[in-house]
C-alpha cells in the first residue's frame, strides 16, 4: 500500500507542463572516431539547470521557452562548446556538432554511420548511465587479448574469476549463485552436476559484450547472489566480410603421441555417429544382459597411439544492410566458426589417511600419475537479424547454436597402498562427451511516444547433453617386471568404476517471454527541467523442463566360470578381453545391469515475475526504487529403491531493491544500493542421483529437501571518470545469506562423498578497485602516449555457518571455491600505425576446493600466476596476431590442510594434485575480403 501510495504522489506532483515551447533537438558526433554518433555527452543551456543528455545513438532533445539562449555541448575529455540559439513557440531548432579535443572551429556535420555500443567508451558511458553497480566488457577490449571463449574474456573484470576453464565465480560466491541473461532472455543451465552455465561455450566471436550486474534491481532476475551476467551477442550493423583463420602450438602437446580410443566417423564434428549409443531394444533380464545382445556394443576397449596435430580454427562472418525503402532497414549477422584443439596433461594425484594425534605426517592413501589426452571440437554458427524502423522501432532476431564434442583419454598409474598393497595399478577412463545448445530470441525495442517506451523478448533454449559408453576399468600387476601383463580387476557385483560403461543422456527445454513499459514524466521548476521521473513496469515468465536418464553395465565373472578360465579371462589384452569370444553365457565375461532407480528423473519449472520501479532525480541524487514478486514452482519425480521421490516447491518471494547515485561531480559519483535475492536449488542438485566423479575419486548426491536461500545484499562504490575512456573506483560489499546451498560431506566407506546441505547462514563481504589509465599525456614522450593500464582487484571474506548439518565435519569455514583476493591486470601498446601489444595478468588466492569431515580434511585450490601476451598488427586488410596464453605455465596446485588449521603449509600439508596446462602459442590472421 505504501509503494502504490508512493507511486500516485509521483504522478501527481510531477505533472507540469509549459505551454507553448520551442524545441532545440540534434545529434552529436564524435570527430575522434570518424563522426560517429556521441552518446551520454552533455547538452546544456548555459545559465541555466536546463540540460539533458544525448541517447546512444547520440541524439537530445530539450523544450524550452521562447527566447535567446547559449547552448552548451560538452562531453568528459573533449573541449566543450557553445552556439547561440533563438527559441521560437511552437518551433523545432537543429543543432548537430562534432565534439573533439582540439581548439578548432566545428562546423555541421551529416551523420552517415551509427556508432557502436561495443566499444570500450561506449561500455564505459554504459556503466556510466547504469542505475546499479556494474562492471563489464566489450568486443573492443576483447580483441586486444588471446581469449577465444566467453570464459576467458569475462575473467579480465573486477571480481571475477574462472573455474574449470568455463564457469564463472563473482566475488568470492561459486558459480551456483550467479544468474545468465543470454539477449535479455534466462540462459539455460548447461551442466548435469551443477548449476551454472559454462561460458566456453560461446566464442569471443559471437560477442557483443558482457555486463556483470553486482547489485539487484526490480527488473532484473532476482534469483542471484554473486551477480548477473548479461551477455549480448553480435550487433554489428556495419557491412562487412571476414574470414578467421588460427593456429595454436602446445610443446608437449602438439606434434607428440596422443591416446585415444575409436571413435565415430562424425566426431570431427563434435557428435556421436550411434557408434557408442546402446543399440534399440539393449536390456537385461532380471540384471543380466544375454550374451548376444552385449556383443552388440563396440570393444574399443584399448585406446591406440596417433599424433596430435596442432590446434587449428577457421571462422566466416558477414555482416548486410539492406535498405527497404525510405523509413527502414535490415542489418544480418552471420557467422561460422569451427576449432579442434589437444592438450595433453600429466597430473600427480594422491591422496593420505587421517593425520592422528602424535604424527607428523598424514599416511599415504594412494598415489598415482595420471596422463590425460583431450580432444575437443567446437562449432558455432551465429545468425543475427536487426530491424529498424525508421527512430521508433527495432526488432532483433537472435540465433546462436554450438555444438562442443569432448574425447578424453586418462591412463592413471600408481599404488593403492590402503587397498592393494603394494600391486601396481593402471587404471583407464575413457570418455567422450557431446552438448548441443541452441538459444534463440525475438525481440523487440519500441518508442510509442515523446514519453513512453515498450520493449519485449520471446526466447527458447535446447539443450541435449550425451556421455555414450564412458567406459571405466582398472587392471594391476604385482611386480615390476614390464614383461608381466596387467590383470582386469573383476568387480563381485556392478560398481562405478570397475569394468563398467555408463550412459547418461540429458535433454532440457525451455520458453520464456518478458516485456517492459517505460514510461517518462517531464518535470520543470521555474520553466526550467530538472530531471526526469521514469517510471518502468514489467514481467517475466519461463516454462523450463528436463529429462535426465543414466545407465550402467559391469562385466563380472560369474561363479560358474572355471578358476583356470577366470584367470584366462582376467589376463587377456585390452582388445581382447571384452571382445565377442570372451563375452559368452557358458565360460565367459557376463553383462550385468547395476541401474538404480534414482539414475533417471523428469523435472520442470515455471517462473513468473512481475515489478514495477521508478527512478526518481532529487538534485545531485538520482534514486530507483522498485519490487519485484517471483513465484516459481520446481517440480521433480525420480525415485529410490522403497519409494517414489516428488518435489513440489511452489514459493513466492517479494524481493525489494533500491539503487541511489549521488552525482558529486560531473566526473564522479557515489553509488549506494540494497537488494533481496535468492537462490534457488537446480535440478541436479534435488535430485537423488548418485554422479561417480572419476577424476578426484568421489562421488556427488543430490538432496530432494533443499530450499532455496534468501540473501540480503548491500553495496557502494565511488566511480570517477577523468575523461571518456578512463575510470578509477572503490566500492565495498557485504551479503548475508539465510540458509545457503553447500555441498557437504558425508561418510560413506572409504571414499570421500559429497550431498548438497542447506547451511543454517553465511555472511560474504570485501572491497573492489578499479583503474583504467591511459598515459597520454602524462609526459612528452609520444611513445609513453601510446601505453595504457587496467588494474582491478578484490579482497573477500565469508564464513559459513553449516549448523546441525555440520556431521563430522567443521561447523564454520570459508564458502567453498570462495577466493580471499583477486588481482587482474592488464597493460596495452598501440600506436598509430595499427600495433598493438597487449598483456594480461590474472591470480586469485588460495580457496576450497573440497569441504572437509573427521575422516578428510579441506582441499584448498592454490593460487596461481596466469599471464598472456598478444602482438597485433594491421596490415591492409589483414590483421595478425600472435599470442602466448600462461606464458609463466604456472603450475595447478591442490593441497589438503593436513592438520587442520584452515591455511596451507607447503613445508606440512600435502599435495593431492598438481599439474601444468602449458603453454598455448597462437597465430589468428583475419582478413576482410
Same mark, same amino acid.
Not at 278 to 298: E, K, M, T
Not at 326 to 336: G, Y
Given at each position: 500500500?505504501?509503494?502504490?501510495?508512493?507511486?500516485?504522489?509521483?504522478?501527481?506532483?510531477?505533472?507540469?507542463?509549459?505551454?507553448?515551447?520551442?524545441?532545440?533537438?540534434?545529434?552529436?558526433?564524435?570527430?575522434?572516431?570518424?563522426?560517429?554518433?556521441?552518446?551520454?555527452?552533455?547538452?546544456?543551456?548555459?545559465?541555466?539547470?536546463?540540460?539533458?543528455?544525448?541517447?546512444?545513438?547520440?541524439?537530445?532533445?530539450?523544450?524550452?521557452?521562447?527566447?535567446?539562449?547559449?547552448?552548451?555541448?560538452?562531453?568528459?575529455?573533449?573541449?566543450?562548446?557553445?552556439?547561440?540559439?533563438?527559441?521560437?513557440?511552437?518551433?523545432?531548432?537543429?543543432?548537430?556538432?562534432?565534439?573533439?579535443?582540439?581548439?578548432?572551429?566545428?562546423?555541421?556535420?551529416?551523420?552517415?554511420?551509427?556508432?557502436?555500443?561495443?566499444?570500450?567508451?561506449?561500455?564505459?558511458?554504459?556503466?556510466?548511465?547504469?542505475?546499479?553497480?556494474?562492471?563489464?566488457?566489450?568486443?573492443?577490449?576483447?580483441?586486444?587479448?588471446?581469449?577465444?571463449?566467453?570464459?576467458?574474456?569475462?575473467?579480465?573484470?573486477?571480481?571475477?574469476?574462472?573455474?574449470?576453464?568455463?564457469?564463472?565465480?563473482?566475488?568470492?560466491?561459486?558459480?551456483?549463485?550467479?544468474?545468465?541473461?543470454?539477449?535479455?532472455?534466462?540462459?539455460?543451465?548447461?551442466?548435469?552436476?551443477?548449476?551454472?552455465?559454462?561460458?566456453?561455450?560461446?566464442?569471443?566471436?559471437?560477442?557483443?559484450?558482457?555486463?556483470?550486474?553486482?547489485?539487484?534491481?526490480?527488473?532484473?532476475?532476482?534469483?542471484?547472489?554473486?551477480?548477473?551476467?548479461?551477455?549480448?551477442?553480435?550487433?554489428?550493423?556495419?557491412?562487412?566480410?571476414?574470414?578467421?583463420?588460427?593456429?595454436?602450438?602446445?610443446?608437449?602437446?602438439?606434434?607428440?603421441?596422443?591416446?585415444?580410443?575409436?571413435? +565415430? @566417423?562424425?566426431?570431427?564434428?563434435?557428435? /556421436?555417429? #550411434?557408434?557408442?549409443?546402446?543399440? $534399440?531394444? &539393449?536390456?537385461?533380464? %532380471?540384471?543380466?544382459?544375454?550374451?548376444?545382445?552385449?556383443?552388440?556394443?563396440?570393444?574399443?576397449?584399448?585406446?591406440?597411439?596417433?599424433?596430435?596435430?596442432?590446434?587449428?580454427?577457421?571462422?566466416?562472418?558477414?555482416?548486410?544492410?539492406?535498405?527497404?525503402?525510405?523509413?527502414?532497414?535490415?542489418?544480418?549477422?552471420?557467422?561460422?566458426?569451427?576449432?579442434?584443439?589437444?592438450?595433453?596433461?600429466?597430473?600427480?594425484?594422491?591422496?593420505?589417511?587421517?593425520?592422528?594425534?602424535?604424527?607428523?605426517?598424514?599416511?599415504?592413501?594412494?598415489?598415482?600419475?595420471?596422463?590425460?589426452?583431450?580432444?575437443?571440437?567446437?562449432?558455432?554458427?551465429? +545468425? @543475427?537479424?536487426?530491424?529498424?524502423?525508421? /527512430?521508433? #522501432?527495432?526488432?532483433?532476431?537472435? $540465433?546462436? &547454436?554450438?555444438?562442443? %564434442?569432448?574425447?578424453?583419454?586418462?591412463?592413471?598409474?600408481?599404488?593403492?597402498?590402503?587397498?592393494?598393497?603394494?600391486?601396481?595399478?593402471?587404471?583407464?577412463?575413457?570418455?567422450?562427451?557431446?552438448?548441443?545448445?541452441?538459444?534463440?530470441?525475438?525481440?523487440?525495442?519500441?518508442?510509442?511516444?515523446?514519453?513512453?517506451?515498450?520493449?519485449?523478448?520471446?526466447?527458447?533454449?535446447?539443450?541435449?547433453?550425451?556421455?555414450?559408453?564412458?567406459?571405466?576399468?582398472?587392471?594391476?600387476?604385482?611386480?615390476?617386471?614390464?614383461?608381466?601383463?596387467?590383470?582386469?580387476?573383476?568387480?563381485?557385483?556392478?560398481?562405478?568404476?570397475?569394468?563398467?560403461?555408463?550412459?547418461?543422456?540429458?535433454?532440457?527445454?525451455?520458453?520464456?517471454?518478458?516485456?517492459?513499459?517505460?514510461?517518462?514524466?517531464?518535470?520543470?521548476?521555474?520553466?526550467?527541467?530538472?530531471?526526469?521521473?521514469?517510471?518502468?513496469?514489467?514481467?517475466?515468465?519461463?516454462?523450463?523442463?528436463?529429462?535426465?536418464?543414466?545407465?550402467?553395465?559391469?562385466?563380472?565373472?560369474?561363479?560358474?566360470?572355471?578358476?583356470?578360465?577366470?584367470?584366462?579371462?582376467?589376463?587377456?589384452?585390452?582388445?581382447?578381453?571384452?571382445?565377442?569370444?570372451?563375452?559368452?553365457?557358458?565360460?565367459?565375461?557376463?553383462?550385468?545391469?547395476?541401474?538404480?532407480?534414482?539414475?533417471?528423473?523428469?523435472?520442470?519449472?515455471?517462473?513468473?515475475?512481475?515489478?514495477?520501479?521508478?527512478?526518481?532525480?532529487?538534485?545531485?541524487?538520482?534514486?530507483?526504487?522498485?519490487?519485484?514478486?517471483?513465484?516459481?514452482?520446481?517440480?521433480?519425480?525420480?525415485?529410490?529403491?522403497?519409494?517414489?521421490?516428488?518435489?513440489?516447491?511452489?514459493?513466492?518471494?517479494?524481493?525489494?531493491?533500491?539503487?541511489?547515485?549521488?552525482?558529486?561531480?560531473?566526473?564522479?559519483?557515489?553509488?549506494?544500493?540494497?537488494?533481496?535475492?535468492?537462490?534457488?536449488?537446480?535440478?541436479?542438485?534435488?535430485?537423488?542421483?548418485?554422479?561417480?566423479?572419476?577424476?578426484?575419486?568421489?562421488?556427488?548426491?543430490?538432496?530432494?529437501?533443499?530450499?532455496?536461500?534468501?540473501?540480503?545484499?548491500?553495496?557502494?562504490?565511488?566511480?570517477?571518470?577523468?575523461?571518456?575512456?578512463?575510470?578509477?573506483?572503490?566500492?565495498?560489499?557485504?551479503?548475508?545469506?539465510?540458509?545457503?546451498?553447500?555441498?557437504?560431506?558425508?561418510?560413506?566407506?572409504?571414499?570421500?562423498?559429497?550431498?548438497?546441505?542447506?547451511?543454517?547462514?553465511?555472511?560474504?563481504?570485501?572491497?573492489?578497485?578499479?583503474?583504467?589509465?591511459?598515459?597520454?599525456?602524462?609526459?612528452?614522450?609520444?611513445?609513453?602516449?601510446?601505453?595504457?593500464?587496467?588494474?582491478?582487484?578484490?579482497?573477500?571474506?565469508?564464513?559459513?555457518?553449516?549448523?546441525?548439518?555440520?556431521?563430522?565435519?567443521?561447523?564454520?569455514?570459508?564458502?567453498?571455491?570462495?577466493?580471499?583476493?583477486?588481482?587482474?591486470?592488464?597493460?596495452?601498446?598501440?600506436?598509430?600505425?595499427?600495433?598493438?601489444?597487449?598483456?594480461?595478468?590474472?591470480?586469485?588466492?588460495?580457496?576450497?576446493?573440497?569441504?572437509?569431515?573427521?575422516?578428510?580434511?579441506?582441499?584448498?585450490?592454490?593460487?596461481?600466476?596466469?599471464?598472456?601476451?598478444?602482438?597485433?598488427?594491421?596490415?591492409?586488410?589483414?590483421?595478425?596476431?600472435?599470442?602466448?596464453?600462461?606464458?609463466?605455465?604456472?603450475?595447478?596446485?591442490?593441497?589438503?590442510?593436513?592438520?587442520?588449521?584452515?591455511?596451507?603449509?607447503?613445508?606440512?600439508?600435502?599435495?593431492?594434485?598438481?599439474?601444468?596446462?602449458?603453454?598455448?602459442?597462437?597465430?589468428?590472421?583475419?582478413?576482410?575480403?
Amino acid at each position: 500500500m505504501k509503494f502504490k501510495l508512493l507511486f500516485f504522489a509521483f504522478l501527481i506532483t510531477s505533472f507540469s507542463f509549459a505551454q507553448n515551447k520551442g524545441t532545440v533537438s540534434g545529434t552529436l558526433t564524435d570527430k575522434e572516431s570518424n563522426n560517429q554518433s556521441l552518446p551520454f555527452a552533455n547538452v546544456l543551456i548555459k545559465g541555466t539547470t536546463l540540460g539533458t543528455n544525448t541517447d546512444i545513438d547520440g541524439k537530445y532533445t530539450l523544450k524550452i521557452q521562447p527566447g535567446n539562449y547559449v547552448l552548451q555541448l560538452s562531453f568528459v575529455g573533449y573541449e566543450a562548446i557553445e552556439v547561440a540559439i533563438t527559441i521560437i513557440a511552437d518551433e523545432v531548432v537543429i543543432v548537430d556538432r562534432a565534439l573533439g579535443s582540439g581548439s578548432y572551429k566545428l562546423e555541421d556535420v551529416v551523420i552517415k554511420t551509427v556508432r557502436k555500443r561495443n566499444t570500450e567508451t561506449a561500455i564505459m558511458m554504459e556503466i556510466k548511465e547504469a542505475k546499479q553497480v556494474v562492471s563489464a566488457i566489450s568486443a573492443e577490449q576483447i580483441s586486444k587479448g588471446t581469449d577465444g571463449n566467453a570464459a576467458e574474456a569475462v575473467q579480465r573484470v573486477p571480481g571475477i574469476t574462472i573455474v574449470d576453464g568455463k564457469f564463472v565465480m563473482i566475488r568470492g560466491l561459486s558459480e551456483r549463485y550467479n544468474n545468465v541473461l543470454l539477449n535479455n532472455s534466462i540462459a539455460p543451465s548447461t551442466e548435469i552436476d551443477k548449476r551454472t552455465f559454462a561460458f566456453d561455450l560461446i566464442s569471443t566471436s559471437a560477442l557483443d559484450k558482457m555486463l556483470i550486474y553486482k547489485t539487484g534491481s526490480a527488473d532484473k532476475p532476482g534469483d542471484f547472489a554473486g551477480g548477473i551476467i548479461a551477455v549480448t551477442t553480435a550487433e554489428n550493423t556495419s557491412e562487412f566480410t571476414k574470414l578467421d583463420v588460427g593456429f595454436g602450438f602446445r610443446p608437449g602437446t602438439t606434434f607428440d603421441t596422443y591416446q585415444q580410443s575409436e571413435g +565415430s @566417423n562424425t566426431d570431427f564434428l563434435g557428435f /556421436d555417429n #550411434s557408434f557408442r549409443t546402446l543399440p $534399440n531394444n &539393449f536390456s537385461a533380464v %532380471g540384471g543380466v544382459v544375454p550374451a548376444s545382445v552385449a556383443n552388440r556394443l563396440p570393444n574399443n576397449f584399448s585406446p591406440t597411439g596417433s599424433t596430435a596435430i596442432f590446434d587449428n580454427s577457421i571462422g566466416f562472418s558477414l555482416g548486410r544492410k539492406i535498405k527497404l525503402g525510405s523509413n527502414a532497414s535490415l542489418f544480418a549477422i552471420n557467422s561460422l566458426s569451427y576449432s579442434n584443439s589437444y592438450q595433453y596433461i600429466n597430473r600427480e594425484f594422491s591422496r593420505y589417511t587421517t593425520l592422528n594425534a602424535g604424527q607428523t605426517e598424514a599416511p599415504l592413501w594412494f598415489r598415482y600419475n595420471d596422463d590425460i589426452y583431450q580432444n575437443e571440437i567446437n562449432a558455432t554458427v551465429l +545468425s @543475427n537479424w536487426i530491424l529498424k524502423i525508421g /527512430d521508433h #522501432s527495432k526488432i532483433k532476431f537472435k $540465433n546462436l &547454436f554450438n555444438q562442443k %564434442g569432448r574425447n578424453e583419454t586418462t591412463i592413471r598409474n600408481g599404488n593403492n597402498f590402503l587397498q592393494r598393497g603394494d600391486d601396481l595399478l593402471r587404471n583407464y577412463y575413457l570418455i567422450y562427451q557431446s552438448r548441443s545448445l541452441y538459444t534463440g530470441q525475438l525481440e523487440g525495442e519500441h518508442k510509442l511516444n515523446s514519453k513512453s517506451d515498450l520493449d519485449w523478448v520471446v526466447g527458447f533454449n535446447s539443450l541435449t547433453d550425451n556421455v555414450p559408453d564412458f567406459r571405466r576399468y582398472r587392471t594391476f600387476k604385482q611386480s615390476n617386471n614390464p614383461n608381466d601383463p596387467y590383470i582386469m580387476i573383476d568387480p563381485p557385483s556392478s560398481n562405478p568404476f570397475d569394468a563398467g560403461r555408463y550412459y547418461g543422456e540429458l535433454s532440457e527445454y525451455s520458453i520464456n517471454n518478458g516485456a517492459n513499459y517505460t514510461y517518462t514524466i517531464e518535470q520543470f521548476k521555474n520553466d526550467e527541467e530538472v530531471g526526469n521521473i521514469v517510471l518502468k513496469a514489467g514481467y517475466y515468465a519461463s516454462y523450463r523442463t528436463r529429462d535426465f536418464s543414466a545407465k550402467y553395465f559391469t562385466y563380472l565373472i560369474p561363479g560358474y566360470v572355471a578358476f583356470d578360465r577366470a584367470e584366462e579371462l582376467r589376463r587377456l589384452p585390452l582388445n581382447e578381453v571384452f571382445n565377442a569370444t570372451n563375452v559368452n553365457d557358458t565360460d565367459g565375461w557376463s553383462l550385468r545391469e547395476g541401474t538404480r532407480p534414482e539414475d533417471s528423473y523428469k523435472a520442470d519449472n515455471t517462473y513468473l515475475a512481475g515489478y514495477i520501479q521508478g527512478e526518481i532525480p532529487l538534485k545531485r541524487f538520482d534514486v530507483t526504487a522498485g519490487i519485484r514478486v517471483e513465484n516459481n514452482i520446481q517440480t521433480l519425480d525420480s525415485r529410490d529403491a522403497i519409494r517414489a521421490i516428488n518435489v513440489n516447491n511452489p514459493i513466492t518471494s517479494i524481493l525489494p531493491s533500491l539503487n541511489v547515485g549521488y552525482n558529486v561531480s560531473e566526473k564522479s559519483l557515489m553509488r549506494f544500493a540494497y537488494s533481496r535475492t535468492v537462490n534457488r536449488p537446480e535440478f541436479r542438485e534435488l535430485a537423488p542421483f548418485l554422479f561417480y566423479d572419476y577424476t578426484n575419486d568421489v562421488n556427488i548426491q543430490g538432496n530432494p529437501n533443499l530450499k532455496i536461500a534468501n540473501i540480503n545484499n548491500l553495496d557502494m562504490r565511488y566511480e570517477f571518470y577523468p575523461s571518456k575512456s578512463e575510470t578509477i573506483s572503490f566500492g565495498a560489499f557485504y551479503k548475508q545469506f539465510d540458509t545457503p546451498i553447500e555441498l557437504t560431506t558425508v561418510i560413506v566407506g572409504e571414499n570421500p562423498q559429497f550431498v548438497y546441505n542447506n547451511a543454517t547462514s553465511a555472511n560474504n563481504y570485501g572491497v573492489e578497485l578499479e583503474l583504467k589509465k591511459s598515459f597520454k599525456g602524462l609526459t612528452n614522450s609520444t611513445f609513453v602516449d601510446r601505453f595504457s593500464i587496467n588494474i582491478n582487484g578484490s579482497y573477500i571474506i565469508s564464513e559459513v555457518d553449516l549448523g546441525t548439518a555440520a556431521v563430522a565435519q567443521q561447523r564454520t569455514r570459508a564458502l567453498q571455491g570462495q577466493s580471499p583476493y583477486i588481482i587482474n591486470g592488464a597493460l596495452g601498446y598501440q600506436d598509430e600505425n595499427d600495433f598493438s601489444i597487449n598483456l594480461v595478468y590474472n591470480r586469485f588466492g588460495d580457496r576450497i576446493f573440497s569441504v572437509s569431515d573427521d575422516n578428510f580434511p579441506s582441499i584448498y585450490e592454490l593460487s596461481r600466476n596466469n599471464l598472456d601476451m598478444t602482438f597485433s598488427k594491421k596490415i591492409k586488410k589483414a590483421t595478425f596476431k600472435v599470442g602466448v596464453q600462461n606464458l609463466l605455465n604456472d603450475k595447478y596446485r591442490f593441497f589438503e590442510d593436513s592438520d587442520r588449521n584452515e591455511k596451507i603449509e607447503k613445508n606440512k600439508d600435502n599435495a593431492t594434485s598438481v599439474f601444468k596446462r602449458g603453454t598455448l602459442l597462437t597465430l589468428n590472421i583475419t582478413y576482410n575480403l
